[in-house]
């Protein structure tokens, strides 16, 4: 089985400019969940899906961020504009089952974003 | 914010042997799972405990967990140049559904 594939690796951009994050998860995971790890922060769940539905959106710092799940098989979260602020690298995981139902989650590689 | 503290945070030790880390918590949890991350990579799930349990094995890997004292810890025998990560554990508190990741512990295994 593939894992989860996220898209691009690194990301450099300058302030202000629209930044779209892409994660497609494993598929038959019916839960899917956009992570962001900073030194400063550690990792901090933005958001979590189940079956294409966002379920809590909380942990969103801001109005600049979104996220959409058009199908099982695509994820996108997007940062318009984007702060220098931003920069951290973005992580999507999914899962079969939540965490609570002691279900692990398989996380993709990761997205670098350096906001310039 | 985190829910757990890793102890150590940086763990240098050679070859062959042995790597204890701790985490500990702050609310009543459902269960508790460990991840490891190597540079530049995604986390990986290394294994899971139970609230009712307190001890797991996975092959070199020994995971306790304490619910009185809110602490669990991972232990690495006969470490490799190659179990050279970080390594998290993430709660899942009581009545939520989702992950809380700990700060980590960096664990650099000389060979």
């Known amino acids: 089985d593939a894992g989860v594939i996220q898209s691009p690796r690194h990301e450099v951009t300058e302030m202000g400019q629209e930044v779209t994050l892409r994660c497609k998860p494993i598929?038959?995971?019916?839960?899917l969940f956009w992570y962001r790890q900073t030194m400063m922060r550690g990792l901090e769940l933005l958001i979590y899906?189940?079956?294409?539905?966002?379920?809590?959106d909380s942990g969103m710092p801001e109005d600049r961020f979104s996220a959409k799940m058009p199908n099982a098989s695509f994820s996108n979260l997007k940062i318009q504009p984007s702060e220098p602020r931003d920069s951290a690298v973005y992580f999507c995981?999914?899962?079969?089952?939540?965490?609570?139902?002691?279900?692990?989650?398989?996380f993709g590689d990761g997205t670098r974003l350096s906001i310039l | 914010s985190q829910q757990g503290e890793e102890d150590p945070q940086a763990l240098s030790i050679q070859e062959g042997e042995n790597a204890t880390m701790n985490c500990s918590y702050k609310t009543s949890i459902n269960n508790l799972q460990w991840y490891r991350q190597n540079s530049g990579r995604g986390l990986v799930h290394l294994i899971l405990?139970?609230?009712?349990?307190r001890e797991k094995h996975s092959g070199r890997l020994r995971v306790t967990l304490d619910t009185s004292k809110k602490s669990s810890s991972l232990l690495i025998t006969a470490s490799r140049a190659a179990d050279t990560a970080s390594y998290f554990c993430?709660?899942?508190?009581?009545?939520?559904?989702?992950?809380?990741f700990g700060t980590g512990t960096r664990l650099t295994v000389i060979p």
């Open positions: 598929s038959g995971h019916d839960y």
């Open positions: 995981a999914s899962s079969r089952g939540t965490p609570y139902s002691n279900q692990p989650q398989h």
């Open positions: 899906f189940n079956n294409n539905v966002p379920i809590d």
């Open positions: 405990i139970r609230s009712n349990e």
């Open positions: 993430a709660t899942v508190q009581t009545g939520a559904n989702n992950l809380f």
